[in-house]
């Protein structure tokens, strides 16, 4: 079983937008995002994307949008160097109860079930309450940025009582310290993870 770095989407890898992401024109990376991932994967873990992406349950996109932009995301993040395992989202509205959606652990379940993932050792970077708690809920540790809607959520969480979280400014700021922690050590899954990015933009490419 290998660690993972889990990542969350929006306002993490890039801009959050009120009225969501609702097409690859839409999408733009943070800045230092792409090098970010690059770097962190010097790792060699699988790196995982957990998204909610209501859009799909509001009416407001398909999921062949949504597979076509993280087709086109997972690519552009290959070319800069960097790779992404796998990308797990929850299209339903927050309405609908289901348990894949964050707070509620079910991606990150499937995620490491999926890829056989050691949780007790993983981490989850994300800009939002949901995301800490769906981290909490299965033993990860979760990583707070600033960017997204961070800054509000950390006034969120002091205000529950929530303080089990690493703080950091950005993406970049969080592989900073993932790559500094002395705990971490590093197998080298390069070449299982570049199959999977490849797999994932292959089987989005054939859908449309």
């Not at 109860?97 to 079910?106: H, I, L, V």
């Not at 056989?116 to 707070?144: C, E, K, R, W």
Request: glycine share 8%.
């Amino acid at each position: 079983m290998l660690p993972a770095i889990f990542l969350d989407r929006d306002g993490v890898i890039n801009h959050n937008r009120a009225d969501y992401v609702k097409s690859w024109d839409e999408f733009v990376f943070l800045p230092g995002a792409l090098t970010a991932l690059q770097r962190l994967g010097a790792l060699g873990w699988p790196i995982i994307v957990i998204t909610n992406q209501s859009a799909v349950g509001r009416g407001l996109v398909t999921p062949l949008t949504i597979e076509i932009i993280h087709a086109n995301m997972v690519s552009a993040i290959t070319r800069a160097g960097g790779h992404i395992t796998d990308v797990c989202y929850c299209p339903h509205h927050p309405n609908d109860g289901c348990p894949c959606r964050k707070p509620r652990p079910g991606l990150l379940l499937t995620a490491a079930r999926r890829w056989n993932i050691d949780l007790a050792n993983s981490y989850f970077v994300g800009d939002a309450m949901t995301d800490i708690l769906a981290a909490h809920a299965v033993g990860i540790q979760p990583i707070l940025v600033q960017t997204g809607r961070g800054r509000d959520q950390l006034i969120a969480l002091r205000n529950a009582g929530i303080d089990h979280f690493h703080l950091v400014p950005d993406l970049p700021a969080a592989v900073d310290w993932l790559l500094d922690h002395e705990s971490l050590i590093a197998p080298k899954s390069s070449a299982t993870n570049a199959k999977a990015s490849s797999a994932i933009v292959t089987a989005s490419a054939a859908a449309s």
